[in-house]
């Protein structure tokens, strides 16, 4: 059970931030009241589901752990990415 909620867990945050970052840009369902929040959650949630990866594959070694501690990763570095390609191209 416990072996389940890690992965899950792990995996599952990443996977709600790409959603939420996905609606931002494309604007599908209007969520005004959270404006700029997509692009900044993942600073301070993909750490902790690094983490709970981490915890994980080292207690089991299985593929869901590692999974998600890539993801986790690319997802923590994409608001990075994000504000600094924004500001080579734009200049702001």
């Not at 080292?58 to 690319?74: A, E, P």
């Amino acid at each position: 059970m416990r072996k389940q909620f890690l992965r899950v867990v792990s995996t599952a945050i990443p996977l709600l931030l790409l959603v939420l970052i996905l609606n931002f840009f494309s604007g599908l369902i209007p969520t005004d009241s959270i404006q700029g929040l997509p692009v900044i959650l993942p600073i301070f949630l993909c750490p902790v589901g690094a983490v709970l990866g981490v915890i994980s594959y080292r207690l089991y070694k299985d593929r869901w752990s590692l999974t998600g501690i890539v993801f986790n990763i690319v997802m923590f570095l994409f608001p990075v990415f994000y504000h600094v390609i924004g500001t080579v191209i734009f200049g702001v």
